[in-house]
C-alpha cells in the first residue's frame, strides 16, 4: 500500500496527498448533500421551523464549501483565499439569525464527513498511511481557521445588526413618546417591529438618572422576561424608559405586578403610568415623567400616577405651585423655624384627620386645647379655616408641594 519511503519529508508527500484530495472532486456534491442531511438529522426541529430560503441556502453553501475546500487541498485552485468564503458565509448567517452553535456544528461535522469521504478512499486507491496523517493533519487545521474566521465574522455582523435593531427601537420609542403612536402607518410600524398592537394595554416606565450614568433600574428587562412580560428600553434625556404590554389582565392587578418586579432591580426614582392604546402612550409618558418627580431626590421608590394624581397635577404645574405655596404657607414659613415647624406638624395632622383636634393631638401627643391654640395660630397667619372644605383643600395641596 506504501508509495513513499518512512523518511519522506512533507514537501515529497504533497503531491501526494492533493492527488488523494483530487480523487474526491467528483464526489464534492454527494459529500456536502450527506452533510446536510446529517444536520438535519441532528437539529431536525430547527430545520423545520427555518425560513424554504435560509434552508435552501444551507445547503447550496455547504456544497460550495466542500468544492472549494477539495479543490483547494487538491492544489487545482492556486492562489485561492478561502478565508473570504469563510468570512461572508459567518456574516450571511448573522443576518439570517442562524444560531453561532449551528455554524460551528456545521463547520464539525463536515470536516468530520469529508475526512470519512477520504478514508474510505485510501482503502480504494490504496494511499499511504504518512499521506493520510498529513491530509488529516491539513483538513483538521482548516477547521481551526475556519472556525475562527467564521466566529469573528458572524459576532461582529450580529453586533452590527443588534445596534441598528437598538436603534430602529429606539426611534420607534422616541415616536411613541413625542405622541405618534394615533398615526396609523407608525402604530403599523410598530406592531411590525416591536409586536406590540395598536389597541394593546401598556405600561410606561420612567427611571431617572439624577446625575448618575446608571439607571436605578438594573437589568430591568431581563427581570421582566423571567416574570414572562415583554419590554422595550430606551434613554431620552436624564430619563430610562420602558414600554411594557400588560396583556389582557386588570390593569391594576398588572401594575401591582410589574411594581413588584421592578422593586427587585430599583436602587433610585422612578414612575409608572398606563395607556389603554398606542396612542395614549405619549400621555402616559409625559405623566409617568411627573409622577417621578413626586419622589424626593435621593430616595428609593416606585410610584404609580394613580396613587399620586395631586402631586402629579402640582408638579405637572410648577408655576401654580409655587403660588400656592406662596398664598397658602407663606406666612407660617416666614415665622421663626422652630414656631414654622411646629404649626406644619400641627397642620398636617389636622389634614390627616380631617380637621379633628382630638385626633390630631393623638398623633402630636399634646392637649387638645394646645392643638385648637395652634388652629388660630394658623388662622390667624394665613386668614384661612381648617374647618372650611376649600381652605383645607389648599392646605393639603400646600402641604404635598412644600414635599416635594
Not at 498511511?129 to 481557521?145: I, P
Not at 405651585?321 to 406638624?345: E, F, K
Not at 384627620?353 to 391654640?373: F, K, Q
Request: charge should be negative; glycine fraction near 8%; hydrophobic fraction near 45%.
Amino acid at each position: 500500500m506504501g508509495v513513499t519511503s518512512d523518511t519522506a519529508p512533507d514537501a515529497e508527500l504533497r503531491p501526494l496527498v492533493e492527488r488523494a484530495w483530487a480523487s474526491l472532486v467528483s464526489q464534492a456534491d454527494a459529500i456536502a448533500d450527506d452533510i446536510t442531511l446529517t444536520l438535519i438529522a441532528i437539529q431536525p426541529e430547527w430545520h423545520q421551523n427555518a425560513e424554504p430560503s435560509v434552508r435552501a441556502d444551507l445547503r447550496s453553501s455547504t456544497r460550495e464549501h466542500v468544492r472549494r475546500g477539495i479543490r483547494a487541498m487538491a492544489g487545482l485552485t492556486p492562489g485561492a483565499n478561502p478565508v473570504d468564503l469563510w468570512r461572508e458565509t459567518g456574516r450571511r448567517r448573522a443576518r439570517q439569525g442562524v444560531p453561532l452553535e449551528y455554524c460551528l456544528n456545521a463547520y464539525t461535522v463536515g470536516t468530520r464527513m469529508l475526512w470519512e469521504a477520504m478514508v474510505h478512499q485510501q482503502a480504494a486507491l490504496g494511499i499511504d498511511d504518512r499521506v493520510m496523517v498529513l491530509a488529516g493533519r491539513q483538513v483538521w487545521t482548516d477547521l481551526d481557521v475556519q472556525n475562527s474566521v467564521m466566529s469573528a465574522a458572524y459576532r461582529k455582523e450580529a453586533a452590527l445588526l443588534q445596534r441598528r435593531d437598538l436603534q430602529l427601537q429606539g426611534r420607534l420609542l422616541d415616536g411613541l413618546a413625542e405622541g405618534r403612536g394615533g398615526d396609523p402607518a407608525f402604530a403599523a410600524e410598530v406592531q411590525e417591529i416591536l409586536g406590540v398592537a395598536a389597541d394593546a394595554q401598556m405600561a410606561c416606565v420612567i427611571a431617572a438618572f439624577d446625575g448618575n450614568r446608571d439607571s436605578p433600574l438594573r437589568n430591568p428587562d431581563d427581570r421582566l422576561e423571567k416574570a414572562g412580560l415583554v419590554s422595550f428600553w430606551h434613554v431620552r434625556g436624564d430619563h430610562h424608559f420602558g414600554l411594557i404590554p400588560l396583556g389582557s389582565r386588570p390593569v391594576a392587578e398588572a401594575v401591582a405586578d410589574l411594581v413588584e418586579q421592578l422593586a427587585c432591580c430599583n436602587s433610585g426614582r422612578v414612575g409608572i403610568a398606563t395607556a389603554d392604546d398606542l396612542s395614549g402612550f405619549g400621555t402616559a409618558f409625559q405623566l409617568a415623567t411627573h409622577t417621578v418627580e413626586t419622589v424626593p431626590r435621593g430616595r428609593t421608590d416606585i410610584a404609580v400616577v394613580d396613587d399620586r394624581l395631586p402631586q402629579v397635577l402640582l408638579t405637572a404645574s410648577p408655576a401654580v405651585s409655587s403660588l400656592l405655596v406662596r398664598r397658602t404657607l407663606g406666612p407660617i414659613l416666614a415665622q421663626p423655624p422652630h414656631q414654622s415647624d411646629v404649626l406644619l406638624a400641627t397642620l398636617r395632622a389636622l389634614i390627616a384627620h380631617g380637621g379633628s383636634p382630638t385626633h390630631a393631638a393623638e398623633d402630636l401627643i399634646c392637649h387638645r386645647n394646645t392643638v385648637i391654640y395652634r388652629i388660630k395660630q394658623i388662622q390667624d397667619l394665613t386668614g384661612k379655616s381648617i374647618s372650611d372644605p376649600r381652605d383645607r383643600l389648599l392646605f393639603a395641596l400646600a402641604l404635598m408641594a412644600l414635599e416635594k
